[in-house]
């Protein structure tokens, strides 16, 4: 326990640090969550106070002006927090859990194959979740990517909302939650939401652009070979999914979640569901994600060595229910910012959505009929009903 109490007195000096560059880097590679959910008490204590004083010094260098690279939330949703409530989410006991791992190179085993096909099914039904090593995106490319993230959002706040990045939509910057009206709808977090079919525009030279186009047919290739799993193990094939989903009807969205000064009164990103077939997730080393599992949540224990897969709202339904889009959600955190990259797998909005087994959960529907009642329930309601509003 003395190991906690001397990384809590890390934890208020790393407070001090304006520009709160995750004192992870300095406690070993640890984020502080990590170390405190895993109780890393091996840790030595000489360690630990070692790096106390290094986050001390730090303290002391950076007595800059608050970075102006993060959006104004307290000033913007003043109103919000006036006399709100909490989230409420301290007084549950959240317990740290490790997703289901795959290791997708038993897809190319003659004697593995089926037995790793079965672990795939058996997550996506069982947890909506997993995590994948050997999936072929290679590691250079998601560290290019996450360089180029991190540039992205230190530019300066003002720039990120007036500019256009690069070729990119003109909206593809976002930040907070504009439909709120309740701070348990408020998400303390910024993201870059970019549709692939952007891609095709002519490429500039940036390098972000070739990260991206070069990310996006690797993540195309990997969520086609999940489908076709997924879709064989409901007796089906994948083709229906590939001809929908093209890579263009696609999105990335590189999300940064900024230190939150209020972490019980707000989420780093509010519970849901994803409106899609199938995320795959790239995270880094500071846990925030949480998952709900059994009616109670889990924080997910963050492997930066893995991707995330989750089932998405038209899997659930395609599938009549077998594969589960389970609702998950992102706690904001006191100390240390956080990035993430998601890539959606989206079909365009014509595609109908019809599950082949009797009797049918839910009544077919396309994906854009889906689309628009999500956004309208938003907007009326501040939150996403989702499935429910399409049960047959
Ligand atoms: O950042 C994360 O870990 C989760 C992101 C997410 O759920 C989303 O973008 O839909
Ligand atoms: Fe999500």
């Known amino acids: 326990m003395k190991v906690l109490g001397i990384v809590s007195e890390a934890r208020d000096v790393n407070q001090c640090i304006p520009a709160t560059q995750s004192i992870s880097k300095h406690i070993k590679g640890y984020s502080f969550g990590e170390l405190k959910e895993a109780k890393l008490v091996s840790l030595g204590r000489m360690e630990v106070l070692g790096i106390v004083s290094e986050a001390r010094e730090l303290s002391q260098a950076h007595t800059a002006p608050v970075m102006d690279h993060s959006p104004p939330f307290l000033a913007t949703y003043k109103s919000l927090f006036d006399g709100q409530q909490a989230i409420d989410t301290d007084t549950e006991v959240v317990e740290c859990c490790d997703l289901p791992l795959i290791d997708l190179s038993r897809l190319n085993d003659v004697l593995e194959a089926a037995q790793c096909k079965q672990d795939i099914v058996t997550a996506a039904s069982e947890w909506g979740f997993f995590q994948i090593v050997s999936h072929g995106i290679p590691d250079g490319l998601l560290a290019r990517l996450r360089e180029e993230q991190v540039q992205m959002f230190r530019q300066p706040f003002k720039q990120k909302t007036s500019e256009k990045l690069l070729d990119f939509d003109d909206d593809s910057y976002r930040w907070g939650t504009p439909t709120a009206t309740s701070l348990k709808h408020l998400s303390w977090s910024e993201a870059y939401h970019i549709p692939l079919s952007s891609s095709n525009k002519p490429a500039t030279s940036s390098t972000i652009r070739c990260v991206i186009e070069e990310l996006s047919l690797a993540m195309t290739q990997l969520a086609n070979q999940l489908v076709d799993t997924l879709a064989e193990g409901l007796g089906r094939d994948g083709t229906y999914m590939k001809e929908n989903c ?110 082949s087994a009797q009797p049918a959960t839910y009544r077919k529907f396309s994906f854009g009929e889906y689309r628009q009642q999500v956004q309208q329930d938003v907007r009326r309601m501040g939150h996403k009903v989702g499935l429910t509003r399409f049960l047959a």
Not at 316 to 332: C, D, F, I, P
């Open 246 to 355: 093209t890579r263009n009807m696609c999105y990335l969205r590189l999300n940064r979640y900024p230190p939150c000064p209020i972490p019980a009164q707000v989420f780093g990103l509010v519970p849901h569901t994803d409106s899609d077939f199938l995320t795959i997730l790239c995270q880094d080393e500071v846990i925030g994600l949480q998952l709900k599992k059994g009616g109670r949540w889990f924080a997910v224990r963050p492997n930066p060595n893995t991707l995330v897969i989750n089932i998405g709202d038209l899997f659930q339904a395609w599938s009549n229910g077998l594969y589960k889009s389970v609702e998950h959600r992102v706690m904001s955190n006191p100390h240390l910012e956080r990035f993430s990259v998601a890539y959606f797998m989206c079909p365009s909005n014509e595609t109908v959505i019809e599950s």
